[in-house]
């Protein structure tokens, strides 16, 4: 196989901006089928993109003979499922974060992927695709910063989303689960531990709505690791200034910092508001090369037949913790998590 057909499942948020990155951006595939539950965004893929087959059930792109891989990117809620069914039709699977809302779900997954052993299943943590977060990463491998022992990492949005956020929370598993998916995904790859325990705080400090959601607009969890390293991690709904995601490493001989200063690029304006940098407005923008090379990377391993080195059980862990930390601020307590 030298060039992979994909059809992607959900052609949302994410699912548009997949399909473009496919369609501009990622060599050796080709997108050949999509669905949504959405007519508009079928008529985006099949008159802006010109994809061959379009379809509002995704059990009619399964069926699609010619197809190597399916991407889902649907809503959280329809992850387990849709990944299930595309693994049981014999194909190569990625899918979004998260893998699950709970952890029942996601071991169901692995036992259909781990029955599966020669189609490639995973799901897409894609700020280790970051060349920032992945630089990172090597440098605490080479030892710049000795031992790594504190983690602290924030997802934070722009408050123009909110009104987006609204709908998308009964859908997506609420604040711990849909933002810091990635944050606690990067505490354990970074301090290379699983973590023994949280405790999370938070509330609706400027829009009630999430209340009466059983969610948050801001949220804070401290974090202790098997290994007894320590993390912080922070989740916002309502920063003024622009999308802010930063994460700190800090080890026995040194600290890494991503994203300090906060920018959108290296430009720094100096002029009659005084000086200062501008920031991206969402995580598109900021992460858009990561999606490409994350991409990339699936399309690479699917052709030549390897694994990745990110896998389902991180998922299951991120799903695991961020259960923990629902849990934690629900009950207002700190919560030991089971394995
Ligand atoms: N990696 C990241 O940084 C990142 C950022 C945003 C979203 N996500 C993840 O991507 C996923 C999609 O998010 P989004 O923002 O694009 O959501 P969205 O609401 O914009 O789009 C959801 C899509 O799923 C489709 N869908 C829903 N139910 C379906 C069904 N039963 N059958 C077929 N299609 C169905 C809809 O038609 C729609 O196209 C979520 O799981 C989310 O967690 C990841």
Redesign the pocket.
């Known amino acids: 196989m030298d060039k992979l057909k994909l059809g992607l ?7 548009q901006k997949y399909a473009e990155i496919i369609d501009s951006s990622v060599k050796n595939a080709s997108l050949l089928a999509v ?4 007519d508009k ?1 079928l008529d985006f893929a099949k008159y802006k993109l010109d994809v061959p087959y379009t379809f509002r059930n ?1 059990k009619q792109l399964l069926e699609l003979n010619e197809l190597d891989a399916v991407m889902v ?4 809620v ?2 387990a499922r849709h990944m299930t069914d595309a693994l049981n039709a014999g194909f190569h699977v990625f899918c ?3 893998l699950a809302l709970s952890v029942e779900d996601c071991k169901k997954v692995i036992q259909v992927a781990d029955s599966k052993p020669s189609q490639l299943a995973i799901v ?1 943590f ?1 700020r280790r695709f970051d060349k920032s977060y992945a630089y990172a990463k090597q440098k605490i491998a080479e030892g710049l910063i000795g031992k790594p022992f504190l983690v602290r990492s924030q997802t934070v949005d722009k408050d123009s989303q909110v009104g987006f956020q609204q709908n ?1 929370v009964q ?2 598993g609420g604040i711990f689960m ?1 933002y810091n998916a ?1 944050d606690i995904d990067l505490a354990r790859w970074y301090l290379d531990s699983e973590f023994h325990s949280v405790y999370a705080l938070g509330g609706s400090y400027k829009h009630q709505v999430f209340e009466q959601m059983n969610d948050a607009d801001n949220v804070l969890t401290v974090g202790r690791m098997r290994n007894n390293a320590m993390v912080q991690i922070i989740a916002s709904r309502t920063a003024a200034h622009g999308h802010d995601t930063y994460c700190e490493i800090t080890g026995t001989e040194g600290v890494l910092r991503i994203g300090r200063p906060a920018g959108k690029n290296l430009v720094e304006i100096y002029d009659k508001n005084g000086a200062r940098r501008e920031i991206v407005d969402t ?1 598109l923008e900021r ?1 858009e090369e990561s999606f490409v090379h994350q991409t990339q990377s699936f399309v690479d391993h699917v052709i030549k037949g390897k694994k990745m080195s990110v896998t389902l059980k991180d998922a299951l862990e991120a799903t695991r913790v961020g259960v923990a930390m629902t849990k934690s601020f629900m009950l207002k307590k700190e919560i030991v998590i089971d394995r």
């Open positions: 499942i959900g052609l949302g948020r994410m699912g669905c949504s539950i959405h965004e995704h990117l649907s809503s959280t329809e992850h979004e974060k998260p897409g894609n998308y859908k997506s849909d990635h995580f992460f």
